[in-house]
């Protein structure tokens, strides 16, 4: 049965897909074919949601070899919400893409483009589910090599600048995680994560732990845009195609956070991290330092691609902050932000593509009045907006009211304070977004623009309802985020 292998097909869907766009090389074609792969495989994480809810955990062997020796799929509640939001907001940013990538990537690239939106949505997907250290690592490789591409696609030769950037910093990043694997192999003689947990509880603790916890924190840090190790994501954000803009923010840095939260959560336990290991102080520090720093120097951006790339940071710091706090609700928190944050950012660097299109910039100085001739993407604009601030209603309120209640259930307001404050950061760099589009007169270059494409508006349109719908009622969002920190703490 089709069932059965669904743990599979979340990556073998896109990676299919990926090889046969690569070998069509139409635009047209290759575009129809990522379509339909997308649409099958937001089907095939539904049921597999839904197969993990019904059933428990589900393990899934490859080659016939059994684990640890084997390398083992295995999903539970966790990381079925990691596939589910990768698999919604690919499909979401494909009929985006149709037109954004005609105006934004040369027509003999377009199909390239297609391939490596495929290949990075297979490698996301084979991080979430994959049971084994080392797949884990060459699944990130994969999509990291497809979002560079992406990247480098642009039309401007900073494009390439920015590529090569994230090229140097990712592959500083795999590398520090690979060599923690390998402190890990090296104590436990295994790579499957369960069989690497079961052996690190029968072993004494000693630096060899310590250093491994280190090196991979370290490593996905850099994949997750962890304050101060966050330098290349600006310029990716801001010279990337909209498209891979948008599937970058709202999927990659997900991604690496789950990867962090499964490492810490399922191997080391919280009992470890807790007493033997110093890292949560650590990352508490951290998080908010980026919750601060990032929306401070959002604050000052010019260019509003960049401004959501540090916002972004800081939002990655609220994510960080409820694993520091290591306690169910925190990482309900952490998790339902993982998700919310999809939504909103999605439809924010949607919308910003939008203007791309129209006007061929974002840079405020050349957005003055464009909510008076763009109403609906600017509205959506300001709804992702509203969510990244945490005003009610909105996704963004759930996620920092997890973080708020987790910070009083440990006694500390002084936190709960923290999280407000960062927030109100985020009305004066949004604010500044709102009063250039909306509260200034057109400029001659904005007065005479049309509104975004059916084709642009919908995707973003969908995502900003998402915002506004899940922050009114919640309870599929947080039911599914707290049933991946159950099952996070009980380990796989």
Known sequence: MIAEHLPVLVVLVPLFGALITALTQRGSLAWGLTM????????????????????????????????????????????????LIVSFISLVIVPYARVSVNEEIASDQHAWFYTMYSLCVAGLNGIAVTGDAFNAFVFLEVSSLATYTMIALGRSRSSLLSAYQYLIMGTIGATFYIIGVGLLLTITGSLNFVDIAARLQETPYDRAMLTGLAFITTGIGLKLALFPLHVWLPNAYARAPSAATAMIAATSTKVAVYLLLRIYFTV?????????????????????????????????????????????????????????????????????????????????????????????????????????VMPVTMSVFVIAG???????????????????????????????????????????????????????????????????????????????????????????????????????????
């Open 386 to 492: 509203l969510s990244l601030i945490g005003v009610p209603g909105t996704v963004g309120f759930i996620s920092k009211y997890y973080l708020v209640v987790a910070a009083f259930e440990k006694d500390w307001w002084w936190l709960a304070f923290l999280i407000l404050a960062s927030s109100l950061i985020a009305v004066f760099y949004i604010g500044r977004v709102v009063e250039v589009a909306w509260f200034s007169a057109p400029t001659p270059e904005t007065a005479n623009v049309k509104e975004a494409p059916l084709s642009l508006l919908i995707p973003m349109v969908v995502l900003a309802a998402c915002c506004v719908f899940f922050g009114v009622d919640a309870s599929l969002t947080a039911g599914l985020a707290e049933a991946a920190a159950e099952a996070l703490f009980g380990g796989l």
């Open 268 to 372: 080391y336990g919280v009992d470890v991290l807790r007493t033997d290991i110093p890292v949560l102080d650590l990352l508490l520090i951290l998080a908010i330092a980026a919750m601060f720093f990032a929306s401070f120097v959002a604050v000052f951006e010019m260019n509003v691609k960049r401004l959501l790339a540090y916002s972004s940071v800081a939002q990655v710091g609220y994510m960080v902050l409820g694993i520091a706090l290591a306690t169910t609700t925190a990482l309900t928190g952490t998790l339902v932000h993982l998700a919310n944050h999809a939504l909103m950012k999605g439809a924010a660097f949607l919308a910003i593509g939008a203007v791309v299109y129209r006007i061929g910039s974002c840079n405020l100085n050349r957005m003055q009045g464009i909510g008076r």
């Open 36 to 83: 339909l792969s997308s649409l099958l495989l937001m089907a095939a994480a539904i049921g597999l949601l839904g197969r993990v809810m019904t059933e428990g955990v589900v393990s899934y062997q490859l080659g016939g070899w059994p684990p640890p020796w084997g390398i083992e799929y295995r999903i539970d509640a966790a990381n079925a919400l990691v596939v």
